[in-house]
């Protein structure tokens, strides 16, 4: 039994010799049935995604963001630092106890994400800090952000302005802000 490629290298030998006197044809290879992996290219999952990210509405001053940080990944990933066109000082920041009272503190070493694991950030908890506010941050506003990870890719993302009043935070200058 023939392979396509030499049928079709039979055929032009034969097309060459009958049809154009001396000029010599080069076959072209036949192309080969495309692999299941390029009939249905696989969509690459990111390393590191946020669901749902948003930012609580502030007419000044301070504010914070949040969502569920998801690793994609075998390992743990650390988020280090942020950035925003909207604050020129961004924290990550825990809220604990001490002294009695719940206060917002940065987080020592970031945010820490086991491996196929998640990491919320809501009122309350951990959460992107927001500092000095460049603009008012309106109901709908699209703010991005960068996140850099620990020897990693940045985490690039846009949040939603939103308004929330739950969960008593005020981030605001010298309310349990450490």
């Known amino acids: 039994m023939f392979s396509r490629?030499?049928?079709?290298?039979?055929?032009?030998?034969?097309?060459?010799?009958?049809?154009c006197g001396s000029a010599q044809v080069a076959a072209a290879p036949a192309?080969?049935?495309p692999t299941a992996a390029e009939q249905s290219p696989a969509v690459a999952t990111a390393a590191l995604t946020?669901?749902?990210?948003?930012?609580?509405?502030?007419?000044?001053?301070?504010?914070?963001a949040f969502g569920t940080l998801v690793n994609n990944t075998d390992a743990e990933?650390?988020?280090?630092?942020?950035?925003?066109?909207?604050?020129?000082?961004?924290e990550?920041?825990?809220?604990?106890?001490?002294?009695?009272?719940?206060i917002?503190?940065?987080?020592?070493?970031?945010?820490?994400?086991?491996?196929?694991?998640t990491h919320e950030l809501r009122p309350g908890g951990d959460?992107?800090?927001?500092?000095?506010?460049a603009q008012e941050v309106l109901p709908g506003a699209r703010i991005p952000f960068t996140l850099s990870v620990k020897g990693g890719?940045?985490?690039?993302?846009?949040?939603?302005g939103k308004d929330f009043a739950g969960g008593k935070e005020d981030y605001q200058p010298g309310m349990g802000h450490k």
């Open 127 to 133: 959460h992107i800090m927001l500092m000095g506010l």
């Open 77 to 90: 990933v650390t988020i280090v630092s942020g950035t925003s066109p909207l604050s020129p000082k961004i």
């Open 50 to 64: 946020i669901t749902d990210p948003w930012v609580k509405t502030a007419k000044k001053g301070m504010s914070a």
């Open 5 to 19: 490629h030499a049928l079709l290298l039979a055929a032009a030998t034969a097309f060459a010799l009958t049809g």
């Open 31 to 33: 192309k080969q049935s």
């Open 153 to 160: 890719k940045p985490l690039e993302f846009t949040a939603i």
């Open 104 to 117: 917002m503190r940065p987080k020592e070493g970031g945010f820490v994400i086991p491996a196929h694991g």
């Open 92 to 102: 990550l920041h825990e809220v604990v106890e001490a002294g009695g009272k719940m």
